[in-house]
């Protein structure tokens, strides 16, 4: 892959789920086709809103999430679990959700010395934070992006008012969603909402400056509020990355295991790829009190890391997964087919630059013509090879 689209998160003045949703509005995404894929979350009591607006003199798009009062916002993780089952949102969607939602009650659930299942969400259970946070998921997946980069965060200052009180800003939940990730401080009030830094960090594989890119489009998402010295937006630059010269970024994710037993360690890998990571595989290791062990390694694309460590939590025994951002260079792939005496056979070529380092057969195409034809695997191999040479030295 030559480019790869990606989309910067310009955090200047923090982020929320509102912010998100006006900012990828106003980059094209009609606010009808949003309304439409919602309508398959099935919950009442709410309308979806856009308009322009100005913040610091700049235009904006405002998204509103309007809730019918009455609303109970006191959910467990459990009742939003249920309703994302029940939903008709795409599979891929739902499941993001999920463990975005998940995530989200870890985080709340060490705030307050409980678990997960026990954890009620307060503000962030209420209507407008869920279609927030799961129009964030549909939102983000419409722009088609294979990378996210986000700049370090500024949290605001001062303080901010909760369910359980006045607290600083960043507010407890909010400053665990945001450990390990760069952040500071600058202007007046709360800017990173605990929805704008579960989407934010979920997502973004980096954090740092704009990276090169050839600029498509930016959009801007407006806050509710002016705020000094800086408008109240959420910018999204939208371009091309020319991935030959950055690289292209994956998490590798591992975790050790010493209490699995050994008939689901197979399934596991055959799951970790149906989810979206680019490879998974095993190394036999001594654990602690001489225990033999198994480590598990992922690799992925920063945007399935959510994904990844979900299966990793439920498929598996592990308490914890360690992960890295990691760079990598790859070889431009294209897919030919060649004819050979054993029927029709995929060529894999690898290219850098126009130049062609790697060819090999498909290998279940090479097992299937064999044993079709009674021959060893090896022979088709070779006569694939032949092929695709055969084909290259004809080209004019």
Avoid at 48 to 60: D, I, K, W
Avoid at 326 to 336: F, G, I, K, S, Y
Avoid at 355 to 364: G, L, Q, T
């Amino acid at each position: 892959m030559s480019e790869a689209r990606v989309v910067y998160f310009d955090c200047a003045s923090g982020a929320s789920g509102d912010m998100l949703l006006g900012a990828v509005v106003d980059l094209g995404l009609p606010i009808e086709t949003l309304r439409q894929e919602l309508a398959g979350l099935r919950l009442p009591g709410y309308r979806l809103e856009a308009s322009r607006v100005r913040r610091a003199g700049l235009a904006a798009t405002k998204v509103d999430v309007l809730v019918d009062p009455g609303d109970k916002p006191h959910r467990h993780l459990g009742d939003i679990l249920a309703l994302l089952d029940a939903s008709s949102l795409r599979p891929a969607d739902r499941e993001r959700a999920a463990a975005l939602f998940r995530r989200l009650a870890e985080a709340e659930a060490a705030v307050h010395g409980t678990s997960s299942e026990k954890v009620h969400f307060h503000e962030v259970g209420a209507v407008d934070s869920i279609v927030d946070i799961v129009g964030g998921v549909v939102a983000l997946r419409w722009l088609g992006s294979t990378r996210f980069v986000a700049s370090p965060l500024n949290l605001g200052s001062g303080t901010v008012s909760m369910s359980h009180g006045t607290f600083p800003v960043p507010p407890p939940a909010t400053a665990r969603l945001v450990q390990g990730v760069p952040v500071y401080s600058d202007g007046e009030g709360e800017l990173l909402t605990p929805t704008g830094a579960l989407l934010v960090t979920a997502y973004a594989g980096g954090y740092g400056p704009l990276p090169p890119m050839r600029i498509e489009k930016v959009g801007h998402g407006a806050g509710g509020r002016e705020t000094k010295g800086r408008p109240n937006v959420l910018r999204l630059v939208l371009g091309q990355e020319d991935a030959r010269a950055t690289g292209e970024r994956v998490l590798v994710l591992e975790t050790e295991l010493d209490d699995a037993a050994p008939q689901i360690l197979g399934p596991l890998l055959e799951t970790l790829l149906a989810k979206g990571a680019l490879d998974a595989f095993f190394t036999p290791v001594q654990m602690k009190k001489g225990r033999p062990g198994v480590l598990v390694t992922v690799i992925a694309p920063p945007t399935a890391r959510d994904v990844v460590e979900e299966v990793l939590f439920r498929e598996t025994t592990t308490l914890g997964v360690r992960r890295q951002e990691w760079e990598r260079t790859v070889l431009e792939r294209e897919v030919a087919r060649v004819d050979t005496a054993y029927g029709p056979i995929r060529v894999k070529i690898g290219r850098r630059r126009g130049v062609v380092y790697n060819v090999w057969p498909e290998f279940d195409d090479c097992v299937r013509a064999a044993g079709e034809r009674g021959v060893a695997v090896k022979e088709v191999i070779a006569a694939a090879l032949a092929a695709w040479r055969a084909a290259t030295t004809e080209r004019p």
